[in-house]
């Protein structure tokens, strides 16, 4: 018959003067490990939805021909646009900064949606929109005292 380690442990507890104290060390890792994961997680959650949410976004910067401001009615037009994500006059209103989903809009067809609305515009950049925040944030940071 085999030696039953869990038969004689009380016994072999008390001759020996083994206690249990504090956390075993499995639930110790287990606890530390948990920690980590949760932190990692804290810190990567946020920039995988931010990724998700903006992989398709583009921005088209358009200048005004003239040295006129861009007109209320045109920029509500282009916001309106299937596809726009925001529309904003920039730079003194001499600039059109349209963020747009690329599956479904393209710069030149926001460009002639100006052509229609009566507004000439010259195509002065597209980038991607994460890489034009970027660039913005770090203006930002070289502009502040």
């Known amino acids: 018959m085999a030696y039953d380690l869990d038969k004689y442990r009380t016994k ?68 309106g646009l299937p596809g726009v994500d925001r529309a904003e006059a920039d730079n003194h209103d001499t600039r059109l ?10 710069p030149e067809r926001i460009r002639a949606f100006l052509r229609t609305q009566g507004a000439e515009a010259d195509l002065l950049n597209s980038m991607g929109h994460r890489h034009r925040t970027k660039i913005l944030k770090a203006e930002a940071e070289f502009e502040a005292p």
């Open 12 to 79: 072999r507890e008390r001759v020996l003067g083994v206690r249990k104290r504090g956390l075993s060390f499995g639930v110790l890792a287990g606890l530390v490990a948990g920690v980590i994961l949760a932190g990692g997680a804290a810190v990567a959650v946020p920039q995988t939805i931010e990724y998700l949410q903006t992989r398709n976004l583009d921005d088209a910067i358009f200048r005004h021909p003239g040295s006129g401001a861009w007109p209320e009615a045109v920029v509500d037009g282009v916001r």
């Open 97 to 106: 900064v349209v963020t747009y989903d690329r599956r479904q809009l393209d």
